[in-house]
């Protein structure tokens, strides 16, 4: 469905040679460089802005999901917690 989708909106070669000449038409040879260059720097911005978003979402997710420890950590801690808690039996 999406492919089906995407077919109507990517323009094939023909329709890419006729959005070039109906921009020729409308805004002559002489204009077109400073459309290129403005048309390249809209791109180089939201680019900039989907990375920053990106960023964001990951920074934020980061923050969301818990460290995960190793099993080994996890034994390891369970122990100590264990230790402890018989230390204070055997000093009575």
Avoid: C, H, W, Y
Avoid at 40 to 60: C, H, L, N, P, W
């Amino acid at each position: 469905m999406l492919a089906f989708i995407l077919g109507f909106l990517i323009p094939s070669g023909g329709e890419v040679v006729l959005i070039v000449v109906v921009i020729l038409i409308l805004f002559g040879p002489k204009q077109l460089p400073e459309i290129a260059r403005m048309a390249g720097k809209a791109i180089r911005e939201f680019r900039g802005a989907m990375d920053g978003v990106k960023q964001e979402i990951t920074e934020s997710m980061n923050d969301i999901t818990p460290p995960v420890k190793k099993p080994e950590e996890i034994i390891k801690d369970e122990i100590n917690d264990l230790k402890k808690e018989d230390a204070p039996k055997k000093e009575s």
